[in-house]
T-cell receptor, first 113, second 110 residues
């Protein structure tokens, strides 16, 4: 079974802090994704990566950056956290190819005070 | 730009009922469609993936159909149980990352 893990289930940070969210997958998937999920807005794609050291902006990249130094790990960075970044953050991975399932991690509930 | 709509946004049914959740998408040029389940405060669990060349997929009490030409998919849940209570999301894959609907929140009442 594919396993996608995220470093924290719950995180509380202060405005202006630098925040790192880590995601690791164990199935050698090429593609990895970061989403945020907010009530009424659904899932919104922040960034994705289709290979090591590669990154692409999603729909809402402002205020975020990412890092993919190893194939299994994809990090989301909030350079200076703000209250409007309080959200549920979901990581996902996907094997390259047209007909593969996307798998999600358990999510990180981030609260910025 | 692909848009995915799920109707209804919420549904409440008595235990034992068969039910259908709907998903529609605007661009029929998709590779596949995936149904997910999400429990409150948790991540998404993949339920079924239907390739664009397929008409349906089944897993236990779940059956998902796909009509690519009309831009529609349905998720049929047979003999619903309280444990089926969750939010169900559909997502379509094309030459861009998955595009998600906002989900249908299902409550199955014992």
């Amino acid at each position: 079974d594919v396993k996608v893990t995220q470093s924290s289930r719950y995180l509380v940070k202060r405005t202006g802090e630098k925040v790192f969210l880590e995601c690791v997958q164990d199935m050698d998937h090429e593609n990895m994704f970061w989403y945020r999920q907010d009530p009424g807005l659904g899932l919104r794609l922040i960034y994705f990566s289709y290979d090591v050291k590669m990154k692409e902006k999603g729909d809402i990249p402002e205020g975020y950056s990412v890092s993919r130094e190893k194939k299994e790990r994809f990090s989301l960075i909030l350079e200076s956290a703000s209250t409007n970044q309080t959200s549920m953050y979901l990581c996902a991975s996907l094997r390259a190819g047209r007909d593969n399932e996307q798998f999600f991690g358990p999510g990180t509930r981030l609260t910025v005070l | 730009k692909q848009e995915v709509t799920q109707i209804p946004a919420a549904l409440s049914v008595p235990e034992g009922e068969n039910l259908v959740l709907n998903c529609s998408f605007t661009d029929s040029a998709i590779y596949n469609l995936q149904w997910f389940r999400q429990d409150p405060g948790k991540g998404l669990t993949s339920l079924l993936l239907i390739q664009s060349s397929q008409r349906e997929q089944t897993s236990g009490r779940l059956n998902a159909s796909l009509d690519k030409s009309s831009g529609r998919s349905t998720l049929y849940i047979a003999a619903s149980q309280p444990g089926d209570s969750a939010t169900y999301l559909c997502a379509v894959s094309g030459n861009t990352p998955l595009v998600f609907g906002k989900g249908t929140r299902l409550s199955v009442i014992a």
